[in-house]
């Protein structure tokens, strides 16, 4: 990457932690690196960012996005390619909706030099903690929250910006079980599904709590009108192979723009693979998977990749779903998605940033 025309303000720590991570026993968002960035906007005005050794910061209790909620973020991986490079996978796109959420939300946009420059200051001193290993990365959490101290309900007029990482590694261990959610809603026509904002996942914990005690790990969204066409699952895009076509619900104001559901549409393609983006319904899922037509169900996101369910719990029945091989298309487009990103194939699309 070129420099980056902005200054950092960068104070070092004097000896870092890295000798904590352990890359053969990674417990998902528990341990952070050494550096994080911070930088603030003052009305309107972005103030030099900073990187300082990770650590508490101090809130006022008036502070504005505690009680109102705005406060948004990103989820992004950094790898450690074949060739021992650090590597980002499509940051630009994480950028570009980091955006879109902040203006959904009213919040102040963040100007490319402090999200990209900052990902790539962080990852120079850092670099050391992107772990090594098949399924392991460097997860990436860029976020923003309303710093305004003040109680009356309007946009803040100051925001931070920040940045922390985290070392990541396989997500669930076994193909989870997933409900067909038909009372509760992730998202409706005119809200907020397409932003990533923190508010939307407070929302979904009591359904999925709900869905937990009855023996599911996680939910299928349906629309909020009908409960009849599928949206998400929990807080992934998802998927279905119907008679060896790849389906998936096109996005829209309640479906997030996910960047791995993006990838895999674009890696199936190149495979061969039909692809076709419609309304998904849930009629047509359930009955398939009795009849044999639809063998794969899947989620997609940046935590999982790829995240095949072993059975979809609907009305208090539930369906199985034949066992994953290495010849199911999900198995073939997470290797893909994975091959490119740790340089193992050709990087055609132009999909890895390097450090
Ligand atoms: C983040 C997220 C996704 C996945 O997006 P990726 O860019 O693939 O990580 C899907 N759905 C929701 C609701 C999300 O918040």
Request: glycine residues 8%; negative net charge.
């Amino acid at each position: 990457m070129e420099t980056t025309a902005i200054d950092f303000k960068i104070q070092q720590v004097e000896k870092s932690r890295v000798e904590q991570l352990d890359p053969q026993n990674i417990v998902f968002g528990s341990l952070f690196t050494d550096h994080m960035l911070v930088a603030d906007c003052i009305n309107g005005e972005w103030q030099t960012p900073e990187i300082l050794p990770y650590g508490d910061i101090a809130y006022n209790p008036a502070l504005a996005s505690l009680h109102y909620g705005q406060s948004i973020f990103e989820g992004m991986k950094a790898f450690r390619n074949v060739n021992d490079e650090v590597v980002m996978f499509r940051p630009e796109e994480n950028y570009k909706r980091f955006n879109i959420s902040a203006e959904r939300m009213c919040m102040a946009t963040v100007p490319e030099e402090i999200f990209m420059g900052g990902l790539q200051k962080l990852l120079e001193l850092d670099g050391a903690w992107v772990p090594d290993g098949e399924d392991n990365s460097l997860y990436l959490r860029p976020f923003m929250f309303a710093s305004d101290v003040y109680l009356g309900v309007r946009p803040s007029f100051n925001y931070r910006f920040m940045i922390i990482m985290s070392p990541a590694g396989k997500y669930y261990a076994e193909p989870p079980k997933v409900k067909i959610e038909t009372e509760f809603i992730r998202a409706a026509e005119g809200g907020v599904g397409y932003a990533k904002c923190a508010g939307n996942y407070a929302a979904s914990l009591y359904p999925a709590k709900l869905a937990q005690e009855q023996g599911y790990t996680q939910l299928l969204w349906t629309d909020a009108k009908t409960h009849t066409k599928f949206e998400e699952s929990g807080t992934m895009n998802v998927f279905f192979v119907k008679d060896g076509k790849l389906i998936t619900p096109k996005t829209s104001t309640t479906i997030l723009k996910g960047i791995t559901r993006d990838s895999l549409i674009n890696i199936a393609r190149d495979k061969g693979y039909e692809v076709v983006e419609q309304d998904v319904y849930v009629k047509d899922i359930v009955d398939g998977i009795s009849s044999g037509s639809v063998t794969e169900v899947f989620g997609a996101g940046t935590a999982v990749v790829v995240s095949p369910f072993s059975a979809i719990g609907f009305e208090g029945k539930d369906y199985e779903l034949p066992a994953i091989t290495d010849k199911s298309i999900s198995t073939v487009l997470k290797n893909g998605l994975n091959d490119i990103r740790k340089g193992k194939v050709a990087d055609t699309h132009g999909w890895v940033y390097k450090v």
